[in-house]
């Protein structure tokens, strides 16, 4: 998804039944500046996130449907961060969220 001039792009996940399509509006994870995405199924009602640098602006930890079981077969989803800090990388930078940004301005 295009999102304008202030950012590149946004990744949306959607889980949709076999051969349904995503509607607007029910993605389970908005992201941007993502890196190394991967989407694993551990098990049939379990969905791994894994990624190494994200920025999550909505998530949603499980997915059910009405035309599954009435919204009874309930798909677990799971974020699976593979550094310590989750926005570490997100622009190509190692700095460490504890470290305040270096500016050209000095503290008296």
């Known amino acids: 998804m295009d999102g304008g001039a202030t950012v590149d ?9 076999v051969g349904g399509k995503p509607k607007n509006g029910t993605q389970i994870l908005v992201a941007d500046r993502v890196k190394n995405l991967t989407v ?6 379990r969905l791994e996130v894994i990624y190494d640098a994200a920025r999550i ?8 449907d ?22 570490e990388g997100s622009r190509g ?3 460490s969220l504890e470290e305040p940004p ?6 008296q």
Do not use: M
């Open 9 to 17: 792009f946004s990744y949306n996940l959607f889980v949709v039944p």
């Open 40 to 45: 694993k199924w551990r098990e049939p009602k």
């Open 66 to 87: 009405r035309d599954l079981d009435n919204y009874g077969y309930i798909v677990e989803i799971r974020l699976v961060p593979n550094n310590p800090s989750q926005l």
């Open 57 to 64: 602006f909505n998530f949603f930890n499980f997915w059910h």
């Open 93 to 95: 930078s190692k700095q």
């Open 102 to 107: 270096t500016t050209g301005a000095s503290r």
